[in-house]
């Protein structure tokens, strides 16, 4: 079995696939906090944990591949995959094939999920996309239909955006992101609650529909990342929403790269 980690500012996720007769599936995933402090140890354990709950075998496990945004969590994820599984893990980063070109100004600056999104969206969907991942912040990424990472844009994200209206403004208190009843809302909690999910969905479609007539091809746009389902289901751009995108671009980027992993 191969073991995902997807580390993120707010939420590390991890998978694990299986692999069988040339086809792979997803067994289990698991969603939990980025705690930068935790050492190689605690973040084995905490895995040990998580398997022991979906009945897995850590001893099932033949390889890591990690992508991250926070480099920080480099060496406790090396050390617990030495320690737990044998094996230095995978990091997705220069010099690793993902198959998809970069042509962004400057590709190390290119943060490693969005690559791995768009790796996975580009190989479900051969085609023109611009790709919608809710994290710590919202990012758009634009590939083109030769599968070419082309840039994008970078806004906060709904928890942020929600903090700070808290954080802010005295008087209001700290709401939920819930889909409201009415857009008018008659008390101050419906009207927050409009005002984040509409104006949010406002702030996607209004950059989606920008980026589609700045690229110039027909672009499918599919959304992942925790908020992307209530979201998706608003949106009058978003046409796909894949849970498991980035997991599945990690699974295709670790077979691109087997056979230099021995």
């Excluded at 075998?57 to 090396?78: G, N, Q, R, W, Y």
């Excluded at 997705?92 to 962004?104: F, I, N, S």
């Excluded at 009207?191 to 702030?203: D, E, F, H, R, W």
Aim: aromatic fraction near 8%; glycine fraction near 10%.
């Amino acid at each position: 079995m191969l073991l995902a980690i997807d580390v993120g500012n707010t939420n590390t996720v991890l998978g694990v696939f299986e692999f069988r007769q040339g086809e792979s599936r997803l067994r289990d995933s698991f969603r939990v906090q980025t705690e930068k402090d935790r050492t190689g140890d605690e973040y084995g354990l905490q895995i040990k944990s998580l398997f022991d709950f979906a009945g897995l075998s850590m001893k099932d496990v033949h390889d890591v591949i990690v992508s991250s945004v926070v480099p920080p969590m480099a060496f406790p994820l090396e050390q617990m995959s030495k320690r737990f599984f044998g094996k230095k893990p995978l990091f997705v980063g220069p010099g690793v094939k993902t198959g998809m070109p970069v042509l962004a100004d400057n590709p190390r600056e290119v943060g490693a999920d969005r690559i791995v999104n768009a790796v996975a969206a580009y190989q479900k969907w051969p085609q023109g996309l611009v790709i919608v991942d809710f994290g710590t912040a919202t990012t758009f990424d634009a590939v083109t239909p030769k599968g070419e990472y082309l840039g994008g844009a970078i806004a906060p994200g709904i928890t942020i955006s929600m903090e700070a209206l808290f954080h802010r403004a005295s008087k209001l208190p700290r709401v939920a992101f819930e889909k409201p009843e009415h857009v008018v809302g008659r008390n101050t909690v419906a009207a927050m609650q409009s005002g984040l999910v509409y104006g949010y969905v406002g702030l996607v479609d209004g950059i989606c529909v920008r980026m589609k007539e700045e690229l110039g091809f027909s672009a499918k746009v599919v959304a992942t990342g925790g908020l992307a389902a209530l979201v998706g289901s608003l949106s009058k751009q978003i046409e796909v929403v894949d849970d498991q995108l980035t997991l599945d671009g990690l699974r295709i980027i670790y077979q691109r790269n087997q056979a230099e992993r021995g």
